[in-house]
């Protein structure tokens, strides 16, 4: 039977368990939910063992369970291993859910509930597909690893480690994720990159106390003005970021590169329009996907001093606040980034005030050639299925657990997303589009058979 | 009798009804305390009566009354309008005063109560003046005319309509006003210079939600970048605010003024200590007591967009805040000001960003020579009680009606203050040092009979 026919007769089945697994609440951020997590691990383990995987083990962490699984069974061919998350974002705002987040409900070919598409639903899809496979042709046409972590959502704080401390365990020729979206509805992608990130907190203190702009305005330092010129001095007027060294490891974008992005024809008319943006804004001479795809940032993500309320407040404040990230490309090494603006704050901070800077997030940016075989064995998948080839695009967004993977198992990751940009990820009503369920399933089954 | 001996005698019975004053909780702010503001005014319209002048109204205005009263028998003799205000400012924080705040209670020769010194006990010592001289003399060697309003701590949104419509009733030679401080313990100072006052809030907006900035990172505008360089462009880097005309109508300092100045012999370094401060900082070429007294500034008072919360959000705000105030000094027209702060900001706002600007408060400076005869006399007084001369100084902050009283009258102010900086006026545990009580009495005493 084509494996058409065989997801098509199972699909009622499939989606009664799929939203069995969404209606576990396993929010990792939130410890009265440390039990569900339990729950979900369990429920991946067993269906991990009922579609035919070996080894199933639920592993405790310092955090939350991983679980594993594997099916070795085909010698001198090549080992895949599949990455997912069964957590899922904490809901609030509750009250903006069409239908209660953990209670599943598809309208308009639709599934709706938390973590529809990030990324139970995605992750769902590679458990049926090997047991189509088991179920079909009795043996797998690779071996097959499952990492599958309960983490995700807060940043991963126990994976690495366990990569490390397992990476013989988890040595795979390929590290395949569905976790990210297609470009559009029936436009295919696999990210290629992801950017790497840094963060800061920055705090300038002046006085001890907040003072009278009457009786001291003029004759004592102001922690907001230290800090906005502080600010201002990291970007220069061509939108670039005004920090000595800042670009260093940036690679130029090769003219292969700057095709690949002309070809997802980004509308940025349309984006500045849906946005309510007057413009885009940006580094000059990068089209907006090359800004967001291939070139750092550096962002002010908060600022904030002084009074706030209704009003007035005649009031030089004692202290100002900033948050910070960085979004990072190539071989820039985030600890020397934040090096360089924790010596470039240090260098420009006015006369009189204090500096106090946190360091916080790390990490690197992730970058494959789309020439890789296996990215094109992928791409090749996507065709059969959808008609159409994959793009190759750059994700501005930073997923470091990624970058964790290609250099603790030294092996390609092939980011194979089947969710929708609008599908709200993180936000209500989060949704999955049963279209590419159907095909999820078949362009997994079709790039581990041309493996 | 001596005005000593009278005062000594009457000591206990004026504290007495100074104390009854000061149990009225005539928080003009609150409008739980309405019936409380009328009482008050009930309070000094009584006590006036009772010492002796004639015409004694209570007058109602759109918000709390005002209360009026001359003495109008000293024909070819100045004629003196006394300004006060019976309203006190709100108590919180609650839990920080050492006895209730309506309970007054004397301590260590300081009376301890909301209103002591600001302004119930200094109004109350020229009632009591006016009464011991009646007592004494059985007339006054002036035209004395009172205008006591209920609304001063909440900006005297009436008072200004009100002069306008009596000018002719409050028609004065000088106002006289007791809403000020010493210089410190024993060091009697004449205020002869308030700054003025402007006020604007700024919004920048971007786009019409919140973006994330790994998405969109690097090509859309982000409102707090907007906000910090063009609120660092107000100022340059030698603490002169860098918008074009805003010194226009501030005067240089006179040699005279400078000399005056110096004569406070201002502690700069014991400030800088109080303070925590690494370093005064300000407009170079002038002093803490020149910047603050005869310079203009402008303050941010709160900057703020984006995250606030723990830890990181790789947010791109679609909008940022920031309130600003400006002390104006000289002939600085605060309409004007405002309209080149709107002029600077509209030509340094980047690409991309919206700005909405609202403005809000607007005053005038008051100044008055020092040399003036009725300044000088008040200098004389004090030298005659405290035993040594006034100094002329200019204060940092703002007291708008002093300005609109000038200029609606046409008549110099002489602001005769009896409170000492450390009063904690606004704040808990203000007091008044009754030292300061026995000597008013008698420098008001000195100063009427000297005009």
Redo the contacts between chains.
């Keep these: 039977m084509s494996y058409e026919t065989y997801f098509q007769n199972k699909r009622e089945q499939h989606l009664d368990e799929l939203k069995q697994f969404l209606t576990i609440p396993s929010v990792s951020a939130l410890s009265e939910h440390k039990k569900d997590m339990i729950d979900a691990a369990k429920w991946v383990a067993a269906k991990l063992e009922t579609a035919g995987l070996e080894k199933v083990e639920i592993i405790p962490t310092g955090g939350h369970p991983i679980v594993y699984a594997e099916h070795i069974q085909a010698p001198g061919k090549p080992t895949v291993l599949v990455y997912g998350h069964y957590d899922v974002q904490p809901v609030d705002p509750l009250h903006l859910w069409e239908t209660p987040p953990f209670e599943p409900s598809i309208r308009d070919g639709k599934l709706y509930a938390r973590g529809a598409t990030d990324d139970k639903g995605q992750l769902f899809l590679h458990v049926k597909a090997i047991e189509a496979l088991l179920d079909q042709e009795n043996k797998l046409p690779v071996n097959v690893k499952f990492c599958i972590e309960g983490e995700e959502e807060i940043s991963s704080p126990n994976l690495p480690a366990f990569m490390k401390d397992n990476a013989d365990k988890l040595a795979a020729d390929v590290v395949l994720i569905s976790d990210t979206s297609l470009l559009a509805k029936g436009k295919p992608a696999i990210s290629t990159g992801l950017?790497g990130?840094c963060?800061l907190e920055v705090t300038i203190a002046?006085?001890?106390?907040d003072?009278?702009?009457?009786?001291?305005?003029?004759?004592?330092?102001?922690a907001?003005?230290a800090?906005?010129?502080l600010?201002?001095?990291l970007?220069d007027g061509q939108?670039r970021v005004a920090i000595d060294g800042f670009y260093e490891g940036v690679p130029e974008l090769s003219s292969d590169m700057r095709e690949e992005f002309l070809k997802q024809d980004h509308d940025d008319e349309q984006l500045r329009a849906n946005?309510?943006?007057?413009?885009?804004?940006?580094?000059e001479g990068y089209s907006?996907v090359e800004?967001?795809g291939a070139?750092?940032?550096l962002?002010?993500?908060?600022?904030?001093?002084?009074?706030?309320g209704e009003?007035?407040?005649?009031?030089?404040?004692k202290e100002?606040?900033a948050?910070i990230?960085c979004?990072l490309v190539g071989d820039q090494d985030p600890a020397r980034i934040l090096d360089r603006i924790a010596a470039h704050l240090e260098s420009h901070v006015?006369?009189?005030?204090?500096l106090v800077i946190k360091r916080?997030?790390q990490a690197r940016a992730f970058n494959m050639d789309p020439s890789h075989p296996m990215l094109q064995k992928a791409a090749d998948a996507y065709e059969q299925v959808y008609g159409t080839r994959a793009l190759f695009t750059k994700?501005?967004?930073?997923i470091p657990i990624v970058e964790t993977f290609s250099r603790i198992l030294q092996a390609p990751v092939v980011m194979m997303g089947f969710g929708l940009p609008d599908e709200n990820l993180h936000a209500p009503n989060e949704h999955f589009n049963l279209d590419n369920f159907d095909k999820g399933l078949l362009t997994i089954v079709a790039f581990l058979k041309q493996l």
Excluded: C
């Design positions: 950017r990130l963060s002046t006085a001890n106390t003072l009278h702009s009457g009786t001291f305005g003029g004759g004592v330092p102001n907001l003005h800090l906005v010129s600010l201002a001095s970007h939108g946005l309510g943006l007057e413009a885009l804004y940006g580094e907006f800004r967001t070139r750092p940032t962002e002010l993500n908060g600022v904030y001093g002084g009074f706030q009003g007035t407040k005649t009031v030089i404040p100002a606040h948050k990230t979004r006015m006369p009189g005030a204090r916080g997030e994700d501005g967004g930073s």
